[in-house]
Nanobody
Framework: QVQLVESGGGLVQAGGSLRLSCAAS????????MGWFRQAPGKERENVAA????????HYADSVKGRFTISRDNAKNTLYLQMDSLKPEDTAVYYC???????????WGQGTQVTVSS
């Protein structure tokens, strides 16, 4: 029903910035929570940011609060994650997620690698 395609990942030096995009095909409902997850080597999957598609409420993990900003363009069916002041510990595969309930998405993207060098 819904397909998600992430882009914008890459290699960046510590202190730098990246902007991830998630293009969604299919209908995203206003009540859905949309978000970004990441999984770093040797660590469990972590929900880093979330937003209500038809609202303004947002959530951030403590580890990224103040550095990352989640946003969306409903007309373009696109979700964004602006990542500033990147740290090596932010290195992970980042996944876009749709219809997140109880920390579990109904749909996942394929992931995009973010690598932050020191």
């Amino acid at each position: 029903q819904v397909q998600l395609v992430e882009s914008g990942g890459g290699l960046v030096q510590a202190g730098g910035s990246l902007r991830l995009s998630c293009a969604a095909s299919g209908r995203i409902f206003s009540t859905w929570t949309m978000g970004w997850f990441r999984q770093a080597p040797g660590k469990e999957r972590e929900n880093v940011a979330a937003i209500i598609w038809g609202g303004s409420s947002t959530h951030y993990a403590d580890s990224v609060k103040g550095r990352f900003t989640i946003s969306r363009d409903n007309a373009k069916n696109t979700l964004y994650l602006q990542m500033d002041s990147l740290k090596p510990e932010d290195t992970a595969v980042y996944y876009c997620a749709a219809d997140v309930r109880g920390g579990k998405p109904s749909f996942w993207g394929q992931g995009t690698q973010v690598t932050v060098s020191s």
